[in-house]
């Protein structure tokens, strides 16, 4: 633990020392400006959503709206907030992520924890058939047959339990518990604790952190997730499964296709569809963007732990 | 220590595993059974075991795909752009690293990460959602702004480029967070060392900054050379529309055309398998170059 934290600190120090001595200000000015187009080439894009989201669908037509909202209209996300299919597909895309991040972050502990064990028996096979899925992998159609064989296409659980471990992650999570010094595992087991009492009183509050990151990480894994709800959830009457992702591409590329049509008959009707989309991609971004600068500190450890033993 | 005694002490170890292990047998084992598949006769029906060999000593599936012209473009697209992000994408989170550690403000800096981070937060839906807005030919934001009308998506040339581009955009300011981990184990006293004997800015990048993640840049490297021949299926699939069908189709999208969509599952097991092999094999050419340079490699 206290090598995770002095790893953190070090760049600070690093810099300190190098104002002190440095006297080329100016070209400390041009790195910041550098920095500072990056961002703008970050953020725009998301502004430009934003602003979209909020203008009028002619001023959107006539392609007037950069990062001011023209013609201010709340009335797309009155739009996407009382149309049946939208409050389905993100409220279902909420409850499916809640569900799946805990399934998986617990099944990630599970899996974790009893390799940190020195003295597991077959530990060290067990290990190798974790991994040696992360180097071959069967491929797109042998794990369609097998969901097909086992009756999962077009169900729910197809977008649940198929990816539900990432070994990257048990990797992160397995590096993060050898950090925990052995002397307090030791001291628990002293005290008659058994592994799973050692587990919940000693390494789980340690490691607050790193749970965080990981679950962040499989969150944002099933609320961007695209292509699986795409190859197993094809017949019509799964449509009510459909997480945000699809319905959005699904609705994007049928508008796209109307579009030619709509130009050609010189009518507004692609606009209000252009605003409604662009609030549904708000929805489907802001929960994440809020959430993902609070973790900073963490995720930025646990993708440097997952980079060194991964 | 017997194994009754084991048992009783570190049993509840194995009851931890049992789930873990039983998906990984299940979901990641057994599909490389279905593998299977690729050497048989086209049969969803009956498991891949009960179905009779396919013709050519079971080769069939492997010879057709190479006689098929959408499977060499396929290929040959996802090879190409696969090169492309190497070349040009792989670079980039280096030079911003490097930048985001010349960058004096401590506080800035901090910011500057966050806002460096979003694009990755975003799915390639979305990415794709807005670009096909701001890069349209005739009506786009850039364009209009420009005034000009490139077809960033309207031709397979550009299109390569919008998607290499938008690749980096979305990815290299994640990807230097693991070179910014490898730049604080430089130790502070080199730089120290070179300010007294009055080294510039650029000379201090070149021999100690450079220097001291080239193992962090080898390892990357050959995580990513053993994908040379990996597909995406989102960013492709999401960026692609019927204009550009000929850069954009890679492996990827053609498995699931012709597997998911168009059911000839032997086949496109058969495409899935060469690229598995083919992934295999130069993960293990890769490393084994990079340790013949006296690297670590990545086992």
């Given amino acids: 633990m206290t090598t995770l934290n002095e790893t953190k600190n070090a760049p600070r120090k690093l810099h300190d020392g190098m104002i002190k001595s440095r006297k080329t200000r100016i070209g400390d000015l041009v790195i910041a400006g550098i920095c500072f187009l990056l961002m703008l080439l970050c953020l725009l894009p998301m502004l430009h959503v934003l602003a979209s989201s909020l203008s009028s669908p002619e001023a959107l037509v006539r392609n007037e709206v950069f990062i001011v909202p023209k013609g201010w209209n709340t009335e797309a996300y009155k739009t996407v907030l009382t149309t049946e299919k939208y409050v389905r597909s993100l409220g279902w895309t909420v409850v499916l992520t809640v569900i799946c991040t805990l399934l998986s972050i617990t099944l990630t502990i599970c899996c974790a924890y009893p390799l940190t064990y020195s003295n597991l028996r077959g530990g060290k096979f067990i290990n190798f058939i974790i991994l040696f899925t992360m180097y071959f992998s069967a491929g797109t159609i042998p794990h369609y047959l097998l969901l097909n064989s086992l009756g999962m296409l077009n169900t729910p659980y197809a977008l649940i339990f198929p990816n539900c471990i990432s070994v990257f992650n048990v990797i992160i999570m397995r590096s993060f518990f050898y950090g925990v010094p052995d002397s307090l595992r030791e001291a628990a087991e002293i005290d008659g604790a058994g592994p799973i009492r050692v587990l919940v009183k000693v390494y789980l509050p340690l490691s607050l952190p790193v749970i965080a990151t990981l679950s962040l990480f499989y969150a944002v894994g099933r609320w961007n997730g695209f292509s699986d709800a795409l190859m197993y959830l094809k017949k019509s009457e799964t449509e009510k499964y459909w997480p945000i992702q699809l319905l959005l591409y699904n609705v994007i590329k049928n508008s796209t296709q109307t579009t030619e049509q709509a130009a050609q008959e010189g009518f507004f009707a692609n606009g209000v569809s252009k605003t409604i989309q662009m609030a549904t991609v708000m929805f489907a971004t802001v929960p994440i963007l809020l959430v993902y600068p609070w973790l900073q500190r963490y995720f930025v450890t646990g993708v440097t732990i997952g980079a060194v033993k991964g | ?299």
């Fill in chain 2, 1 to 299: 220590m017997s194994w009754g005694t084991y048992m009783k002490r570190y049993g509840t170890l194995y009851l931890l595993l049992i789930i873990p292990i039983a998906f990984f047998i299940l979901f990641r084992y057994v599909p490389m059974t279905y593998i299977l598949q690729a050497f048989k006769k086209n049969n969803i029906l009956i498991p891949p075991w009960q179905v009779e060999w396919a013709k050519n000593n079971g080769f069939q599936w492997f010879i057709k795909a190479f006689k098929d012209k959408d499977f060499i473009i396929a290929l040959k697209n996802t090879l190409f752009l696969n090169l492309l992000d190497l070349v040009i994408g792989m670079p980039m989170p280096i030079i911003m690293a490097l930048l985001l550690n010349e960058l004096a403000f401590p506080k800035y800096k901090r910011v500057t990460q966050t806002v460096l981070y979003l694009p990755h937060f975003l799915s390639w839906v979305i990415i794709s959602s807005i670009t096909l807005r701001l890069f349209a030919t005739n009506d786009g934001l850039i364009n209009k702004m420009l005034g000009t009308s490139i077809p960033f998506v309207g031709d397979p040339e550009h299109w390569r480029g919008t998607y290499i581009f938008l690749g980096i955009w979305k990815e290299c300011g994640w990807n230097t967070i693991i070179y910014l981990a490898a730049l604080t184990g430089i130790s502070p006293e080199l730089y120290e060392a070179a300010e007294v004997d009055g080294a510039s800015r650029w000379r201090k990048i070149w021999h100690i900054t450079l220097p001291g993640i080239r193992s962090t840049i080898i390892v990357l490297l050959i995580m990513n050379l053993g994908h040379i021949l990996g597909s995406e299926f989102d960013r492709p699939y999401t960026l692609s529309n019927p204009l550009v069908t000929e850069a954009s189709k890679t492996i990827s999208i053609y498995v699931y055309e012709k597997g998911i969509n168009g059911q000839q599952y032997s086949l496109t097991t058969a495409v899935g398998l060469f690229q598995s092999v083919i992934c295999v094999i130069f993960l293990l050419m890769s490393n084994t170059l990079a340790k013949k340079f006296g690297e670590r490699g990545i086992w």
